[in-house]
């Protein structure tokens, strides 16, 4: 799987836009971004994955560059409770015999 | 969505007794079941994927006589860990695949203590 970069913390103020990067610029062609956060003594949790289109759901937006070698995730109005590490992760598709890799990952502190 | 239900949420133990760790698949056949340990101020480290039916292949480092990992059915998988040692206190997570292109779901967590 293709290596991420992620900036070892952020901070937001609440109800502001959080932006997280990710760089992967070893990333191929048939490689989703996947993006998971995990807060404080819990099992990791999804957010949302694209291959190359914008993505949006009920939680985030996901913005992946037109040459695929980064990517941006936005919690549009961040709450105290987004304070987590956030995970981006490279993987093909449909490997479901094959583990999701974590990295160290975004710590993202929400503060009022 | 699908569940991973894990148990014990927590526990303390003695130094040299065994520990079970459980995770079941509520809503869905978890044919696989990938097994992390994460320690304070780090990230998750893989530490072996089982399969139901089959024996559980584990990660370089890690002890498969310490570490015993059962998935005899296609809703729970289950993490002995044995002759505990306080080098073994640590958050273990289990996490199933459970659809094709995002579908990985997680338990909640062990938090195990060994005293």
């Known amino acids: 799987d293709a290596k991420t970069t992620q900036p070892p913390s952020m901070d937001c103020a609440e109800g502001r836009a959080a932006n997280l990067p990710c760089n992967h610029s070893?990333?191929?062609?048939?490689?989703?971004v996947y993006w998971y956060r995990q807060i404080h003594s819990q099992g990791p949790q999804y957010i949302i994955h694209?291959?190359?289109n914008n993505e949006t759901n009920e939680m985030a937006s996901l913005i992946i560059t037109e040459d695929r070698k980064s990517s941006t995730l936005i919690l549009p109005h961040a709450t105290l409770r987004d304070t987590a590490v956030y995970y981006c992760?490279?993987?093909?598709?449909?490997?479901?015999?094959?583990?999701?890799?974590f990295g160290k990952g975004t710590t993202l502190s929400v503060s009022s | 969505g699908a569940v991973v239900s894990q148990h014990p949420s927590w526990v303390i133990c003695k130094s040299g007794t065994s520990v079970k760790i459980e995770c079941r698949s509520l809503d869905f056949q978890a044919t696989t079941m990938f097994w992390y340990r994460q320690f304070p101020k780090q990230s998750l480290m893989l530490m072996a994927t089982?399969?139901?039916?089959?024996?559980?292949?584990?990660e370089q480092g890690v002890e498969k006589d310490k570490f015993l990992i059962n998935h005899a059915s296609l809703t729970l998988s289950t993490l002995t860990v044995t002759s505990a040692h306080p080098e073994d206190s640590s958050f273990y997570i289990c996490?199933?695949?459970?659809?094709?292109?995002?579908?990985?779901?997680f338990g909640s967590g062990t938090r195990l203590t060994v005293v």
């Open positions: 992760i490279v993987r093909p598709a449909a490997q479901a015999g094959t583990a999701l890799i």
């Open positions: 070893t990333i191929s062609g048939n490689e989703y």
């Open positions: 996490s199933a695949p459970e659809g094709a292109s995002y579908g990985y779901t």
């Open positions: 694209g291959l190359k």
């Open positions: 089982s399969n139901e039916g089959s024996k559980a292949t584990y």
